[in-house]
């Protein structure tokens, strides 16, 4: 059975947004009360940041679609994420408190560090996982900038304490990579796995004889809230 739709299972504003720029349109698929997101997030001893991500993206999707045979709602593609800072092999992920956001933003003052997203997508028993590594310099952070900053509150719920598209955009000296990954979804890579199950058409390519053109052609889409008569609340999910 063909859906129009796909489910997102996260609850992060920033990917819905996200999901809504590239005109697709989504279902909110959030775990039940009876999950627990931030079991998933624990990191392995001696995992790498590559391995950590991929890891927590496949248990997000495995458990997204286990959610979606419990509720028995309509048939459609499932897509997660998941993000996660690197500093060398450390993994920063999201701070506990404000003084681990310190902590996290002084690391990475003056630095270059690794900003990870993995992205899985199922419909129905296929399954595509991929990974986009971005890199990001900060200038240098002197102490009372990064207290204000953590003092404003956008450091809490975000991997590495800082959000790009907030005021933590203002750290940031140099980015080799994909911006919306850092945000929380390569687009690309969405794109691209999306079209290679088939869910969102690619783009069309039509010539003109004065000049060569390439024009995308999307399904134009809207965001369906996700169905009222959902039998358990779902509960927060944290994601930068």
Not at 57 to 63: G, M
Not at 200 to 220: D, F, K, L
Request: net charge positive; hydrophobic share 40%.
């Amino acid at each position: 059975m063909k859906s129009n739709f796909v489910y997102l299972a996260s609850q992060s504003p920033r990917r819905q947004q996200l999901l809504t720029q590239m005109g697709i349109e989504y279902r909110l698929l959030l775990p039940l009360s009876s999950e627990d997101p931030e079991a998933w997030e624990c990191v392995l001893p001696r995992e790498s940041p590559t391995a950590y991500v991929m890891r927590v993206t496949a248990l997000k999707l495995n458990a997204a679609m286990s959610r979606l045979r419990q509720l028995n709602w309509p048939s459609a593609p499932i897509l997660c994420a998941d993000t996660t800072v690197a500093l060398g092999r450390t993994i920063l992920g999201k701070p506990a408190d404000p003084e681990e956001a310190r902590y996290m933003l002084t690391q990475l003052s003056g630095h270059e560090h690794r900003v990870l997203t993995s992205v899985a997508v199922a419909r129905g028993k296929v399954v595509r996982q991929a990974l986009c590594v971005s890199r990001v310099r900060f200038g240098h952070l002197s102490p009372t900038w990064i207290k204000a900053y953590v003092a404003s509150g956008e450091s809490m719920g975000k991997a590495g304490g800082y959000a790009i598209q907030g005021a933590g955009g203002a750290f940031v000296q140099t980015v080799r990579g994909s911006v919306s990954s850092i945000v929380g979804l390569p687009l690309h890579t969405v794109v691209r796995l999306a079209a290679d199950l088939g869910f969102v058409r690619q783009a069309e390519s039509t010539t003109s004889v004065a000049r060569p053109t390439r024009r995308v052609r999307w399904n134009v889409l809207r965001v369906v809230p996700t169905p009222r008569h959902s039998p358990t609340r779902p509960s927060p999910l944290g994601v930068h």
